[in-house]
């Protein structure tokens, strides 16, 4: 089977889950740039309920079709194109265009600087948009540069105006490629996108005759997904409709369930303080779904609640913090429901001050988290290798990231150098991403470059993981830096 055919199969096939979790498995990856090595991914597996958007997002087709950022000099591009050899001139001209401070970079439309300094934490995957344009090769392969084109439009992020700008680009590149049917055939799924594009574009007269050859194309190659997707784009295009629709099924079920829990809180917030058991405080669910999970379904949705700023959600994980004993809460409860209680501090102040915990720890992470003040000594002293890790020290430093509570940043870097790193290594990544300065990569790099990927062990290498949870925070700490330039921008 042709690759391209099983990609079509993989993306249209309706409401099939083709594996039970995405994964993915980590390679060594070398900058063409720097030389340097890194840890890059690759997709072993990919987890889909339902169709993907018309536009191919939420799936694993927009996933393989970003720009990816080396580590240790910033250099993006494709995925794939990690492989490719730059000549030795071009090699220094993008060496010396990553090491200006700052990086001259094309300006974001006006409307997506406001999001940025609105929002910084946006901005990443746009901003490695920015930096592909930077490091592009040389104008070669047609497809190689509608590939890119498409990644700029997958790159946007919630910034706006970068959804036109990719679009455009797509445009504009894929029209001429595609031309001749015969080029056409062989890419068809980036060629129904043209179509797609062109609509959104409100370029509907040109769309519908991209469709009918689209159409025609999967009749010929009795691709039944491509024909019946040309079609019913069409018919959109035909009638002058020109949004991008969302066909994900399960995009709502997120907002559909924190709905009912808002109108359910009362009632659940009156059953937790007479100390009634779970059910009567956790949202409905089918008659053979375990207590177990009906209770972390309805806890997740509180937290989702409790970070947009909703009072009552920020009350509930408080009284269900309190109340449970440690065989009840489940470990990533603890540490989620405390950082989400750290967003908004002041909603969940009056709540934790009357509270009675149960487990006396997580009493002091959350009061940490929504006062602030010291750090509880159960995380001190974990990071002075005098404690054991539990989730209340992963609470902490969740809501350490959240404050912006740099004060245990020193320790954070020599707990790391210690033994058993890898107890907290997720939590002190993104506490590092966020609090991190230009001026920890060193720290950063010696304790990424502990582990070589030259070796070529059987098995998996835990060292591998470790030191690509160490090059992402180097990777967000550089791209922070050069929003922040960008931010400054006009």
């Not at 094309?106 to 746009?126: G, I, M, N, Q």
């Amino acid at each position: 089977m042709r690759l391209w055919r099983l990609l079509l199969v993989l993306l249209f096939a309706s409401g099939a889950e083709f594996a039970r979790a995405t994964t993915v498995v980590l390679e060594r990856v070398v900058c063409p740039a720097c030389e340097h090595d890194f840890v890059g991914s690759a997709f072993g597996s990919w987890f889909q309920r339902g169709d993907p958007n018309p536009d191919l997002t939420n799936s694993l087709f927009s996933a393989s079709h970003r720009f990816e950022s080396c580590p240790y000099c910033l250099y993006s591009t494709l995925r794939d194109d990690f492989d490719t050899k730059l000549a030795k001139n071009r090699r220094g001209e993008i060496r010396a265009a990553l090491a200006r401070e700052p990086i001259d970079l094309k300006p974001l439309p006006e409307a997506a600087l406001k999001a940025v300094r609105a929002k910084p934490d946006v901005a990443a995957s746009a901003v490695e948009f920015r930096l592909a344009q930077l490091c592009a090769p040389e104008p070669g392969d047609a497809i190689k540069q509608i590939e890119r084109a498409l990644a700029a439009y997958y790159s946007r992020g919630d910034l706006p105006g970068l959804s036109e700008e990719g679009r455009t680009l797509y445009v504009e590149t894929a029209s001429r490629a595609f031309a001749e049917d015969s080029v056409a055939a062989k890419h068809p799924v980036l060629f129904y996108l043209l179509g797609e594009f062109q609509r959104q574009a409100g370029q509907t007269e040109q769309a519908v005759v991209t469709f009918s050859r689209v159409l025609k194309l999967g009749l010929e190659l009795r691709d039944e997904y491509l024909a019946t997707w040309a079609k019913a784009q069409s018919k959109l295009a035909q009638a002058g409709n020109t949004k991008i629709v969302s066909r994900e099924k399960g995009e709502n079920a997120e907002d559909t369930r924190n709905g009912v829990l808002k109108k359910k809180l009362p009632e659940f917030l009156a059953a937790l303080k007479r100390g009634r058991p779970s059910r009567e405080w956790s949202l409905p669910a089918g008659k053979d779904v375990p207590a177990k999970f009906r209770l972390s379904t309805t806890l997740g949705a509180a937290c989702s609640l409790a970070k947009e700023g909703h009072s009552p959600a920020c009350e509930y994980i408080v009284g269900v913090l309190a109340q449970g004993d440690a065989s009840e809460l489940e470990e990533w409860f603890i540490s989620q429901g405390i950082e989400a209680l750290a967003h908004h501090p002041e909603l969940a102040a009056e709540a934790v001050k009357n509270a009675k915990f149960r487990v006396a720890v997580v009493g002091e992470a959350a009061r940490y988290a929504v006062q602030g003040g010291a750090v509880p000594a159960l995380t001190t002293g974990f990071l002075a290798e005098k404690q054991k890790w539990s989730p209340a020290v992963s609470a902490v430093l969740r809501a350490a990231r959240v404050r912006g509570d740099v004060s245990i940043k020193p320790a954070i870097f020599a707990r790391l150098g210690g033994k058993r790193a890898y107890e907290f290594l997720s939590d002190s990544r993104w506490y590092l991403s966020e609090l991190g300065a230009p001026e920890d990569l060193p720290q950063l790099v010696k304790l990424a470059e502990r582990t070589s990927l030259r070796r070529q062990e059987e098995g998996w290498d835990p060292g591998w993981s470790e030191r690509g949870e160490f090059e992402d925070a180097m990777r967000s700490i550089r791209l922070r830096a050069v929003i922040r330039d960008l931010a400054r921008a006009r």
